[in-house]
């Protein structure tokens, strides 16, 4: 089955700092790859996502990239703000068989930006 | 915009008991999917429906079903809970079996 990895596993950075985040995905028919956030005891929370015919995408100070040959997609927030702390999970949809798109989460990235 | 919704939020139950967790997806999407998220665990896909049928089984043990109903909402009932069991369950609905919206979740404790 389909397998997520994700890095780091904690990440610390200044207000006004870069962060990225990095995902690694094992089943080459996977095609959509989502971002969520989660606040502690909320639900995830879709921030970005990105298809596998397109290798960038942009939405205001948060990107994503993908590499299909390596088979890894990766998170970027700039200008952190501490309201950007939050738990962040990348996950991969499986496209293959009779798949409705069930989604597969990587481990999850505890990001604390620190005013 | 119209949101995910389960009921209820939170639930306590004693071991060996039932429970029933709702879930009603944002309206004119097909597709529903269950998850489950221990603390500190990245959420585990349970099951999922389309168009009122089951289309995906993860790891959903053998104690617990789901359907679907004709006005597209659906329940997880849990039987014989265990400790284990503890966890916050998310449904998310889609309307594409592609991106998908998480409703507020339910949070159930088994004592």
């Known amino acids: 089955g389909e397998n997520v990895e994700q890095h780091p596993s904690t990440l610390s950075v200044q207000e006004g700092d870069s962060a990225v985040i990095k995902c690694t995905y094992s089943?080459?028919?996977?095609?959509?790859f989502p971002w969520y956030k989660q606040e502690l005891g909320k639900r995830p929370q879709l921030i970005i996502d990105i298809r596998s015919n397109v290798g960038e995408k942009k939405d205001q100070r948060i990107a994503v990239t993908l590499n299909k040959t390596a088979k890894h997609f990766s998170l970027h927030i700039t200008e952190t703000q501490p309201e950007d702390s939050a738990v962040y999970f990348c996950?991969?949809?499986?496209?293959?068989?009779?798949?409705?798109?069930?989604?597969?989460f990587g481990q999850g990235t505890i990001l604390t930006v620190h005013p | 915009a119209a949101g995910v919704i389960q009921s209820p939020r939170h639930l306590i139950k004693e071991k060996r008991e039932t429970a029933t967790l709702k879930c009603y997806p944002i309206?004119?999407?097909?597709?529903v999917y269950w998850y489950q998220q221990g603390p500190g665990q990245d959420p585990q896909f349970l099951i999922s429906?389309?168009?009122?049928?089951?289309?995906d089984k993860g790891s959903i043990p053998d104690r617990f079903s789901a359907q679907q109903f004709s006005d597209y909402h659906s329940e997880l009932n849990m039987s014989s809970l265990e400790l284990g069991d503890s966890a916050l369950y998310f449904c998310?609905?889609?309307?594409?079996?592609?991106?998908?919206?998480f409703g507020p979740g339910t949070r159930l404790l088994v004592l």
């Open positions: 089943d080459s028919a996977s095609n959509y």
């Open positions: 429906f389309y168009e009122k049928m089951q289309s």
């Open positions: 996950a991969a949809r499986f496209a293959g068989g009779t798949s409705y798109g069930k989604l597969t």
């Open positions: 998310a609905s889609s309307p594409n079996k592609e991106t998908q919206y």
């Open positions: 309206p004119r999407h097909d597709t």
